[in-house]
């Protein structure tokens, strides 16, 4: 059968924890031959998240090969990965040392236990707050309990680094050590003003500098790959979705709602995140312009959801009750962190059905990110907010945000958010994209929810003023 290669503007690589995706960018902006394979099964055990970072090199290589064999040329590569997963190999036969050990692995929690007095440094230097998710938390723990490690990544014997680090370095034949300015902020080791390593973080977590890989721009590479590509953008996954679904004004934020939330707008060059928010660095250019935003965070949510038939809710069933509701199991994300709320309401639910449970955890998930859009709008006013990630094809969170929300709500229709960015990176934004868009119209049938609402931040901020426990 006949196939019609195109030629592509730029190719990219989505390297996720689930699956592995590449795609091909038309000149039209569109992607196109989208490959998928899942990527290696993790193993979870007591707290521990790994997979085999060799088969994940070998799918990696594979679905990108796959998806250039339907281009007619050899398009720059942007590259975008999972933040934070990590691990060590032998510099000199290439292989694996440690499995990959995924973001999810929380084996670096007694690290940020020993460093919860420098919270506060910690957040002033990278944006981030102290959590087991990160990169340097793991390391020093895995460097802690095997001691000769240290040596051999001191002598330059072994490295240690992300997931990007690790391919750029295995497809450039060991020649580039390197990782972007957006992976390397999310690793609670660099300084994301002066945007490199930090000392007095390295100390903090018993990490040397010297072992650490070279902190590049995430835009305008022009590194050769001995997989007969040249990769012209790496960035971490979350910033190149934002780079495909929000322009570079302020006004605007974008709510994507999946395995987790976020709430994230750009911030204005020179500005600061404020009231405990996360400052996230979104990448840096060729030129070393780089873009920062702020960011509330939402956890688990998908996972509270998972037992419910929320599918199956319309806005219509939404506050018709008084009982108010939490609905993130491992505890509440930015600006709060406090894992002593995860799913709790305000009253026994014994005698409610699963649909009527589902419907208090939709409105919490609703009131967070209306709690957080205010917060936006009223530090800087907000002209419209964009809705993505698969939770947002809900009807009822769709309208129950536009309804509480201080601005107007559209909905993304891009649903490879990752791809698309990552390959508009390597294009060098040379492709003009236009988003599309549905714009949400705001029922008026349930003013209920919006006095639900107002009652919900007062049992919420009440809440807030309990020790945390």
Known sequence: MDRTLISAAAVALDLGSTSIKAALLDRQGNLQHIVTQPAPAIDSRDGRYESSASDYARIAAQVLQDCIAQADN???????????????????????????????????????????????????LTGLRLTPYYFAPKL???????????????????????????LIWRWTNGAHFVTDASMAARTLLMDIRQQQWSDTLCHLFDIPRSILPYIKPSSGLNLPL?????????????????????????????????????????????TLAFGGYLHTLVYQDNQRETRFAVEGTLNSIAAALAPYPVQDCGVENLAQSDIFCLAEPSGLGAPYFRNDWGIHFSQSVSGLTAGQIGALLLEAIIFRVARIVEDFHRHAPLTRIYLSGGLSELPCLRHGIAQCAPCPVSHLQQKEASLLGAALLASEHKIKYHRHTEDITVLNGNNALVKKYRYWKVWFDALLKTPNH
Do not use: M, Y
């Open 226 to 270: 001995n997989i007969g590509l040249t990769l012209q953008a790496s960035i971490g996954d979350q910033s190149a979705a934002l780079i495909a679904s929000l322009t570079d004004r302020s006004s605007e934020a974008l709510v994507n709602l999946g395995t987790g939330g976020f709430v994230i707008r750009s911030l204005a060059p020179g």
């Open 140 to 166: 020093s723990v895995l460097l802690q309990q095997n001691p000769p490690w240290r040596g051999k990544l001191l002598q330059g014997e072994w490295l240690a680094g992300t997931l990007d680090t690790f």
């Open 74 to 124: 050899k398009p720059p590569l942007g590259l975008c990965s999972q933040r934070s997963s990590f691990l060590i190999w032998d510099k000199t036969s290439g292989e694996p040392v440690t499995p990959l050990i995924s973001w999810q692995d929380d084996r670096g929690k007694s690290s940020c236990e020993r460093l919860h007095a420098s919270t506060n440094t910690l957040h002033a």
